[in-house]
């Protein structure tokens, strides 16, 4: 073959390698640290090639909660901002919880999601099942900021959909009793103990209530509580029940089960048979957190979510306590995740943000509000969080609970099981039906929820 021809051809296989290249290397020049999402909407970077660039540009965090609670973002976003100038990230703030997961509905429907989203263990998935978020595990696994190994494995492991680590935990809270020291003293009665039994706890609510200026009507309640399956979970794996037949792959609600039904008889006495909770009209007048904040209600069911507002109380001194406790130790999970829309574009800026908020640095910001147990041992474990010169001062109850906490099952259909599960069983708490009428109405009404 003449030298020439042996050149040219030399020449012309050099440009379809040198072209091959440049579309590789235009497919990953992204900054991301994560995988390319659903139909290839935004960068992503392949696992072993590191960033190389700071990622920028404008991204949206849609946040929900009181005053101080929104403060406390705030300074996490300008904390955030001052370490990285080239995102800007707008914060959007919804105040109440209904209205938050109205806007998440209406915003994920339109395709038009907050880049960074806060989303309940008991809610993501229903998005995750049809595609609408974008999984968050191999981002961590890269991360040089967090390790999934620092994290409290309860708060990591509610998030897995089907083998994916979904969104980030921004903390682990669960279901204690706020109580009025002072009305505790009043009546006689000690701080609860570690260890205080449901006949401990329901006398205590006895002796709380009172009808306080003689006029025949109760105006100072023993206990105070929201009224749905969430708030009776708990004492139903206490009493050795189940809520539906197979946590792991649920087909159907367990609440006729002689364990779960004996658990909902003792939770729905406390107003029907020993009135220390408020009755349907007098909730309606005045909820139960209102009460409590007034200083007529002994004991209220609650989060650490409500720990701000309960801060901003002066007439009179109150504390947290463990739940009483049945024939074994169980507490129910309270988590909420970073999450991050798969349709959402600049998905290193968004990666970026939800890392610092989950790093060190932005946990102490949010868990110095109050608002949150951090899902990070090291911050959970630190005075950031156990300042017991900040109320509560028995906050070390929120961790030692943790090894009994259980979850609610994670099933697309949850979120819309709790909400007619709470309409019925509301029917027995305030007397208007029986309860076994109500479990039958509750599972009859479920069971569709269970079909894939």
Sequence with gaps: MPRSAVYSRLTLLAAVIMLALAGCAGSNNATDGGPSPPGGAGNSLPADRPATAEPSGAISFMIFGDTAEKAAYEQLVAAFEERHPAIDVSLIHIPGQSDYRQRLGVDFAAG???????????????YAARGALEPLGPYLERS????????????????????????????LSSLVVYYNRDLFRAAGLSDPSADW?????????????????????????????????????????????????NPEAPTRLALDSPAAREALQWFVDLQVR????????????????????NGRL???????????????IERFDWDVAPLPQGKQKAGILHADAYCMPAVSENKAAIWTFIEFANAAEGQHIIA???????????VAESPTF??????????????????????????????????????????????????????RATQERAQPLFTP
């Design 386 to 439: 156990l300042n017991p010169g900040q109320k509560p001062a028995n906050s070390q109850v929120f961790l030692d609970v943790i090894p009994w906490i259980r979850t609610v099952p994670i099933m697309a259909g949850w979120a819309e099981i709790e909400e007619l599960s709470a309409e019925e069983l509301s029917r027995a708490y305030y007397g208007q039906a029986s309860l076994d009428e109500v479990i």
């Design 144 to 171: 040089t900021l967090i390790d999934q190994a620092d994290f409290y494995q309860e708060s990591i492991q509610p998030f897995i959909w089907e083998g994916q680590l979904m969104c980030i935990p921004q903390n």
């Design 197 to 245: 039994t449901w006949e401990e706890f329901l006398a205590a609510a006895q002796a709380l209530t009172r009808d306080t200026d003689g006029d025949g009507a109760t105006d100072q309640y023993g206990l105070g509580t929201e009224v749905s399956i969430f708030r009776a979970a708990p004492f139903i794996w206490q009493n050795g029940g189940e809520l539906v037949d």
């Design 368 to 378: 110095a509000s109050g608002r949150t147990v951090p899902s990070l041992r090291a």
């Design 274 to 293: 020993h009135k220390v909770v408020p009755d349907a009209v007098a909730e309606a007048a005045e909820d139960s957190e209102s009460r409590f904040l």
């Design 112 to 126: 038009t999601p907050a880049d960074v989203v806060l989303l309940n263990y008991r809610r993501y998935a229903a």
């Design 298 to 312: 002994g004991m209220f069911l609650n989060s650490r979510r409500g720990v701000p507002t309960y801060r901003t």
